[in-house]
């Protein structure tokens, strides 16, 4: 099978099929494998003669930050292939120009494991289910197996700043002690450590990546100012903290390519902006941003997103900063939005009118 490196293009809403910021942690019960034909073989091998031997991404979880990284690795020359979990995003998929095949994480089959072993790179994007784990981790050995004598060398998984906890508003790098305080971050610092384990074993180089809430063209603050629904119950409890962690999708992206042409096994990385910056500042700017671009549409008022609206009770919740630090100094990324403003302002500047 040939697999693609063709340029995909990714409207909004396939990229926003998430209103909410934050780890959702579902648990589907099956999921597709996904590839694409490149027919275009020359150009591949003009613009990265070596890519059909040594750049083949799998992307376990062709979500959100999934289809945004295979997006950019298909412009850049890479044979990417992925899995996604529903068919209406099959569907999806195929009109992107990917072919679907069935695939269920928790029963992984082996052929498409065999498939993956072909592979050079994978960044597992599955959330944990809370009860179960990591629904890949549940077939170790199997995985284990099957990847011993493949063709691997660089895993990544996407976790979570949830890991932390709650640690009274400071600062925390890296190495700041774990601390998770529900079922879920548990589920997903068990996960980090079985996909560490694994990869060691495997001795396939392996790197964490915890990411803030993630936001892009398609799921941001501003895409829930346009849609005018009542913020949901979890999403006023999230408000309601001083600090909030975030990054856009497009940072995420950079970090895992740095992290690619500068594997380093076992580590860890913190993937946030600058500006942890509170989400009821965050929707206020977005209203105004919505307000100045498209007046006289929004029937609600900025005041909704304001802090009175919200119990103070639950503000004392998960409050961490989380640093960028490593991510800059190690991997050299300079962040396309070091905050939210910036990454806000380009969503809303690339976006048609949603009033018509
Ligand atoms: N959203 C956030 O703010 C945030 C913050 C920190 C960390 N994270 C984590 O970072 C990762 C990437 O985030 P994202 O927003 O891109 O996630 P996402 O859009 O929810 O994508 C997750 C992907 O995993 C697939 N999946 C889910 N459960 C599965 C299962 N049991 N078996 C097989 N596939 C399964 C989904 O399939 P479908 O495409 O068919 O749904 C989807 O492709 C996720 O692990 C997420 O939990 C998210």
């Avoid at 019960?29 to 040594?54: A, G, L, Y």
């Avoid at 029963?107 to 065999?114: F, G, N, R």
């Avoid at 009274?168 to 998770?180: A, I």
Wanted: aromatic share 8%.
């Amino acid at each position: 099978m040939e697999i693609c490196a063709m340029s995909v293009q990714f409207p909004a809403s396939d990229l926003g099929h998430i209103p909410t910021c934050f780890d959702r942690g579902s648990s589907p019960t099956t999921s597709f494998f996904v590839s694409c034909s490149r027919p275009d073989k020359s150009r591949q091998e003009t613009e990265n003669p070596k890519s059909e031997f040594s750049n083949r991404m799998f992307i376990m979880g062709m979500g959100f930050v999934g289809k945004f990284f295979a997006r950019e690795l298909t412009n850049q020359g890479w044979a990417v292939s992925g899995s996604c979990t529903s068919l209406v995003n099959k569907k999806k998929l195929k009109d992107m120009g990917f072919d679907v095949s069935l695939f269920n994480a928790k029963e992984p089959e082996p052929e498409v494991l065999d498939i993956l072993n072909k592979h050079t790179h994978l960044v597992v994007s599955i959330p944990p289910i809370v009860g179960i784990g990591d629904p890949m981790l549940q077939q170790e050995e199997l995985l284990k197996s099957r990847l011993m004598d493949g063709n691997l060398k660089w895993l990544s998984y996407l976790s979570s700043t949830s890991v932390y906890g709650n640690c009274g508003g400071m600062w925390v790098d890296e190495d700041y002690p774990v601390s998770p305080t529900d079922e879920k971050a548990k589920s997903r610092l068990a996960a980090e450590e079985g996909w560490l384990k694994l990869g060691h074993d495997l001795g396939i180089s392996t790197q964490i990546f915890r990411l803030g809430g993630i936001y892009g063209p398609g799921r941001s603050a501003v895409d829930t100012v346009i849609k005018q629904k009542p913020l949901s119950e979890i999403q006023r409890m999230r408000a309601s903290r001083h600090y909030t962690s975030r990054v856009h999708v497009a940072d995420i992206c950079q970090a895992l390519r740095a992290s690619i042409y500068k594997p380093s096994p076992g580590k860890i990385y913190n993937i946030v902006d600058d500006d942890p910056a509170p989400r009821t500042e965050v929707f206020s700017f977005a209203w105004d941003l919505v307000n100045q671009k498209w007046p006289g549409h929004l029937k609600q008022t900025n005041s909704l997103y304001g802090t009175e609206s919200f119990s103070m009770e639950e503000s004392s919740r998960g409050e961490k900063r989380v640093s960028n630090a490593r991510i800059k100094k190690e991997l050299g990324v300079r962040l396309h939005h070091p905050n939210y403003k910036s990454g806000l302002k380009s969503i809303i500047d690339h976006m048609d009118n949603p009033f018509l």
